[in-house]
T-cell receptor, first 112, second 111 residues
Framework: RKEVEQDPGPFNVPEGATVAFNCTYS??????FFWYRQDCRKEPKLLMSVYSSGNEDGRFTAQLNRASQYISLLIRDSKLSDSATYLCVVKRADTGFQKLVFGTGTRLLVSP | SAVISQKPSRDICQRGTSLTIQCQVD?????MFWYRQQPGQSLTLIATANQGSEATYESGFVIDKFPISRPNLTFSTLTVSNMSPEDSSIYLC????????FGEGSRLTVL
């Protein structure tokens, strides 16, 4: 079992739709959680951190459930420019070193 | 924030040869990492590049195959040794300064 699991998609949605991505992680020593976005042939870039209380950044809402070891990302009013791969990322330091572990990514395609 | 420059951006190499990828950060950072991203896959951590000491390798990666240098707080290199076609991948340098920043990657094709 992978340490961070995501549905690979692709999710095909029309502009304006709301779409949700889920992610589960297996290591309970995980400390911090993030969503990264990766455009085709580009490096990943931080979209948002995920806080226990849930957090929102414009059209994007992230949620964390530590008990279930589950993270989600909700995108409202999808834009064409949201088409990308969304990577769930978990940071842990159980070995004494900080390490970020990436999920396989969920691909989103927003169409006109 | 951090700006990370990697080179080469791409290369085509013959099997059995070695390639060294350089990574320069525009500020001093404690933690640098090297990731690999194979076609259609997510990122896999190769190693943590520690300044002043040996790199810490993840399971499945060894120093003889992927030697790493970290001579100072702004620079690191990754060498892919004795390459085979299975090493064809994108290699990404990253630095942790609050968030994890990435270089643009080095796309390696081994024939």
């Amino acid at each position: 079992r992978k340490e961070v699991e995501q549905d690979p998609g692709p999710f095909n949605v029309p502009e304006g739709a709301t779409v949700a991505f889920n992610c589960t992680y297996s290591n309970s020593a995980s400390q911090s959680f993030f969503w990264y976005r990766q455009d085709c042939r580009k490096e990943p870039k931080l979209l948002m951190s995920v806080y226990s209380s849930g957090n929102e950044d414009g059209r994007f809402t992230a949620q964390l459930n530590r008990a279930s070891q589950y993270i989600s990302l909700l995108i409202r009013d999808s834009k064409l420019s949201d088409s990308a791969t969304y990577l769930c990322v978990v940071k842990r330091a159980d070995t004494g070193f900080q390490k970020l572990v990436f999920g396989t990514g969920t691909r989103l395609l927003v169409s006109p | 924030s951090a700006v990370i420059s990697q080179k080469p951006s791409r290369d085509i190499c013959q099997r059995g040869t070695s390639l060294t990828i350089q990574c320069q950060v525009d500020s001093q950072v404690t933690m640098m990492f090297w990731y690999r991203q194979q076609p259609g896959q997510s990122l896999t951590l190769i190693a943590t590049a520690n300044q002043g000491s040996e790199a810490t390798y993840e399971s499945g990666f060894v120093i003889d195959k992927f030697p790493i240098s970290r001579p100072n707080l702004t620079f690191s290199t990754l060498t892919v040794s004795n390459m085979s076609p299975e090493d064809s991948s994108i290699y990404l340098c990253s630095a942790l300064t609050g968030e994890l920043f990435f270089g643009e990657g080095s796309r390696l094709t081994v024939l």
